[in-house]
């Protein structure tokens, strides 16, 4: 059994989703939800799911193994985020070389960094008259969004979008690709 932990600091509507994707497969499962924030509704969405719960502390998490002996002692073996704000530390990506993925709403390089989440994406996207936005998804490394791409889809960007009207339309192709796509990146290692 791949056993997978999600880390999420917001609602939750993509963790959701990739535990609700996992949920009777037969040999993929999320076993553990992790959050830096105590009030995230992802907390009361893993509830909701059955899943364990933890939440961390920034010194916690940068300043000790607790989380990587936490996942450890799960038999946790590959990790997903979503909407998870903090670089990871060098402790947790060496535990998990090449087994971390992120999905970043925008067509990686551009629209990524640090500051670079939610509505500023958009916003970001909009502003700068782009005619075509997305999703990434790509493997975590000790920078934000700069992990090698595992997989792009893109949507139109209409010239009276507001930022609202696109996030519906990334969300749309982050709930429909994120899980696949993490599945088969699990079949293929």
Request: contains cysteine; aromatic residues 10%; charged residues 20%.
């Amino acid at each position: 059994m791949t056993n997978i932990a999600i880390l999420a600091s917001g609602s939750g509507t993509n963790a959701q989703r990739v535990s609700e994707y996992f949920a009777y497969h037969p040999s993929i499962r999320v076993k553990l939800i992790l959050s830096n924030k105590p009030d995230a509704y992802v907390l009361n969405r893993a509830r909701q799911l059955g899943i364990p719960s933890q939440v961390f502390s920034r010194k916690t998490f940068y300043d000790t193994h607790e989380i990587p002996d936490l996942l450890k002692k799960n038999d946790i073996s590959f990790i997903v985020l979503a909407g998870f704000l903090w670089l990871l530390p060098e402790n947790l990506l060496n535990a998990y070389p090449g087994r971390i993925v992120n999905i970043h709403p925008a067509l990686l390089p551009k629209y990524g960094g640090k500051g670079m989440y939610g509505a500023r994406v958009h916003e970001a996207v909009i502003r700068s008259g782009e005619r075509e936005s997305g999703i990434s998804i790509h493997y975590v490394n000790e920078k934000y969004d700069a992990g090698d791409v595992i997989f792009r889809a893109s949507c139109p960007v209409m010239p009276d979008d507001t930022v609202d009207r696109l996030a519906a339309r990334i969300h749309e192709l982050e709930y429909k690709h994120y899980p696949v796509v993490i599945e088969e990146v699990l079949k293929g290692s």
